[in-house]
Nanobody, 126 residues
Framework: QVQLVESGGGLVQAGGSLRLSCAAS????????MGWFRQAPGKEREFVAA????????DYGDSVKGRFTISRDNANNTLSLQMNNLKPEDTDVYLC???????????????????WGQGTQVTVSS
């Protein structure tokens, strides 16, 4: 089992920045592929970013490329998402996710992630 707890969401003006964090526990964090997704009420989860166990491979959704950066600190079991130049359309609940299988490949698919946090709300005003 993996427990994930997100933090860092809030209200920000368009053009501003936020940094989200995800604290992981319960498994060897350094072996887990991790991801960030976002979801609005009544909509499907959208891939935001993913990072492999070593931090050497990163992938981003098209809508956030060049603005968001995913990173991890394996020593402190923490996943981060730096979000710059935020836009009103970035408003969503942001969820941290982990894949069950150690050393799994980076994936954009919701079904490839087995553990999810409760989410943190990000609201961008125009």
């Amino acid at each position: 089992q993996v427990q994930l707890v997100e933090s860092g969401g809030g209200l920000v003006q368009a053009g501003g920045s936020l940094r989200l964090s995800c604290a992981a526990s319960g498994r060897t964090f350094g072996t887990l592929t991790m991801g960030w997704f976002r979801q609005a009420p009544g909509k499907e989860r959208e891939f935001v970013a993913a990072i492999n166990w070593a931090g050497s491979i990163r992938d981003y959704g098209d809508s956030v490329k060049g603005r968001f950066t995913i990173s991890r600190d394996n020593a402190n079991n923490t996943l981060s998402l730096q979000m710059n130049n935020l836009k009103p359309e970035d408003t969503d609940v942001y969820l941290c996710a982990a894949a069950e299988r150690p050393y799994a490949r980076v994936s954009q698919n919701v079904g490839d992630y087995d553990y999810w946090g409760q989410g943190t709300q990000v609201t961008v005003s125009s």
